[in-house]
């Protein structure tokens, strides 16, 4: 069975920083891109972050760049974001997804499994 | 940034009924739609894939349609279990960007 089971999250103070993991099993870990997606309470879905199979590319959202550092560790299948200067606006639960894909369609791409989510909430 | 915008945001409907979510993309995104259903408390679900692949076990209720700015999921015969929020997400350009969502609720 494809599996996410993300870890790490909790209360941090504003200013402080907290690592997230999520696990992968069930797949080859090394064979797809990752992503973070994040939930603020009562909202919507805001990609965060994505990694590629080999950490070739990387890109943030502009609201967490420069605080933020997404990495993975393919012979752990896992998946890290290393999230530093936490503002109240970051607190959400954190999704991490699989970038999915079909050979048969080409280049499009879609998060599929996400994991179950952990929350942090950041407030003094 | 390719901004996605949803309509209605919420919606009120009964078992049966045939059901409509629009979803409107900033620019042309050709067939880079996905459609995902999300209940409280948990995981988001892929339902459509490339605007109107039906991802493996989601029921045939649900399709999908649209190609460059203009999309619709399409529920065509609502069950007690589709009540939950619908999101829509383009994946032709980084940063991917979700639409706000859609709140199916109980007449």
């Known amino acids: 069975e494809v599996q996410l089971v993300e870890s790490g999250g909790g209360l941090v103070k504003p200013g402080g920083s907290l690592r997230l993991s999520c696990a992968a099993s069930?797949?080859?870990?090394?064979?797809?891109?990752m992503n973070w997606v994040r939930q603020a309470p009562g909202k919507g879905l805001e990609w965060v972050s994505s990694?590629?199979?080999?950490?070739?590319?990387?890109y943030y959202a502009d609201s967490v760049k420069g605080r933020f550092t997404i990495s993975r560790d393919n012979a752990k299948n896992s998946l890290y974001l290393q999230m530093n200067s936490l503002r109240a606006e970051d607190t959400a639960v954190y999704y991490c997804?699989?970038?999915?894909?079909?050979?048969?369609?080409?280049?499009?791409?879609?998060?599929?499994?996400w994991g179950q989510g952990t929350l942090v909430t950041v407030s003094s | 940034d390719i901004q996605m915008t949803q309509s209605p945001s919420s919606l009120s409907a009964s078992v049966g009924d045939r059901v409509t979510i629009t979803c409107r993309a900033s620019q042309s995104i050709s067939s880079y739609l996905n459609w995902y259903q999300q209940k409280p408390g948990k995981a988001p679900k892929l339902l459509i894939y490339a605007a109107s692949s039906l991802q493996s076990g989601v029921p045939s209720r649900f399709s999908g349609s649209g190609s460059g700015t203009d999309f619709t999921l399409t529920i065509s015969s609502l069950q007690p279990e589709d009540f939950a929020t619908y999101y829509c997400?383009?994946?032709?350009?980084?940063?991917?960007?979700f639409g706000q969502g859609t709140r199916l609720e109980i007449k």
């Open positions: 990694i590629s199979s080999s950490s070739s590319y990387i």
């Open positions: 997400q383009q994946s032709y350009s980084t940063p991917a960007t």
């Open positions: 069930g797949f080859t870990f090394s064979s797809y891109s």
């Open positions: 997804a699989r970038d999915n894909f079909a050979p048969s369609y080409g280049d499009y791409d879609w998060f599929d499994p």
